[in-house]
């Protein structure tokens, strides 16, 4: 067993065995976490295996820690716990070779057991030390620096960008990074982070400074991603009672073969006295080089969905005080028109369990008709403690 899986075992006995700890005794330290059940069945077309109705079943175990040894330091590990064996992961290509790569970083903090018919994916994506005082926050280890402002798509997260059809990873990825963070007033900040990389074409680092004026948040973000300068401005507030947010980055390439491009994203919100939350919004990316599959493009924070436009619209509503549903659409109004579908109902069994029926549908065109590629289905209930 190598250093790496040494570690992860270690963290993962202490984080268990913390749970039969008195209450008492939890002078300085917190412990919570969630254990989910998710079903899924898929009916999909995927290059190679053609049209299929398969499942998708795993369990989902998250065991968060943080230790609070005085006023100025905190220590955080966060582990992730997937037991896979449904046919998803047997029978889509690549499907074990992205868990090597989703959600590790440089380090290498993950186990993976691999077997016939079952896999088991446990990773640290959270394990850093941060240290606080007077207006300086100094932050380093794997940790998610969150640059975004938007809820669905941030041009901003050069980071660790994430996709809105990833919906069971609320916590988002993290990096092994190092973050400084120095507050120039009571809503300002200025904020410099870098990512540890083996690799120089792999750097990503940036400034990001922070203000208020005329009651909006501004924030001005001067970096480089990888291979690109990157230059972004957000702001959010409201018109009225209307929340409006926008965020966007140019990237300039510095690789010949590669263009410049820009993304956009700007949108709407209103809340209503009785739950009621509607939302909207609209984004545009440049890229001439963009993969048309839903489902598996190249994520990046300049290219957060396959599509040159893109406009989302969603509703919230609550249908009575343990359950509540939402809606959103995703159409872009691009070749083949596709539209992305995502009902979902959540229903409360007790104070502190959930049950979710999540549907997630593509609906295309390939010039001669209109058609579902794609439609899924997910049953999860989750325990949270």
Avoid: C
């Amino acid at each position: 067993m190598n250093s790496q899986k040494i570690v992860i075992v270690i963290i993962s006995l202490l984080l268990s065995s913390s749970l039969f700890a008195q209450e008492e005794q939890q002078k300085n330290w917190v412990l919570t976490g969630y254990a989910k059940s998710m079903q899924g069945i898929f009916n999909t077309e995927f290059p190679g295996i053609g049209n299929a109705v398969f499942t998708d079943n795993f369990l989902h175990n998250r065991l968060n820690f943080k230790w609070y040894p005085n006023n100025n330091w905190t220590f955080k590990a966060e582990l992730r716990n997937r037991f896979f064996f449904g046919e998803l992961s047997r029978i889509v290509p690549n499907f074990k070779e992205s868990l090597k790569d989703g959600g590790n970083d440089v380090l290498n903090l993950q186990l993976l057991n691999i077997g016939d018919k079952v896999i088991l994916h446990s990773i640290l994506d959270r394990l850093y030390g941060e240290y606080s005082k007077d207006n300086w926050e100094v932050r380093l280890g794997r940790q998610r620096i969150n640059w975004g402002i938007n809820t669905v798509w941030n041009p901003h997260d050069i980071f660790n960008a994430f996709s809105f059809t990833d919906f069971d990873y609320e916590e988002r990825p993290g990096s092994d990074a190092i973050r400084v963070k120095y507050y120039t007033g009571f809503a300002s900040s200025v904020e410099f982070a870098a990512k540890a990389f083996d690799d120089p074409n792999k750097i990503v680092a940036g400034l990001l400074w922070k203000t208020n004026k005329w009651d909006y948040d501004f924030q001005i973000l001067a970096g480089w991603a990888q291979r690109d300068a990157v230059l972004g401005l957000g702001w959010a507030g409201n018109i009225k009672q209307i929340g409006f947010k926008g965020e966007a980055s140019t990237f300039i390439s510095t690789v010949d073969s590669i263009d410049n491009t820009f993304t956009g994203t700007i949108s709407i919100d209103y809340s209503f006295k009785k739950g009621l939350f509607l939302s909207g919004g609209l984004l545009y990316n440049a890229s001439k080089n963009v993969n048309a599959n839903l489902f598996a493009f190249e994520l990046s924070a300049r290219n957060l969905y396959p599509y040159q436009w893109s406009i989302i619209s969603s509703i919230s509503i609550p249908i009575n005080p343990i359950a509540s549903g939402s809606f959103a659409i995703i159409y872009s109004p691009v070749n083949g028109h596709p539209l992305f579908l995502n009902p979902n109902l959540t229903y409360s069994i007790a104070q502190n369990v959930d049950i979710n029926i999540i549907g997630q549908i593509l609906l295309q065109g390939d010039g001669n008709r209109y058609f579902s590629p794609t439609q899924v289905g997910y049953l999860r209930v989750k325990w949270s403690f």
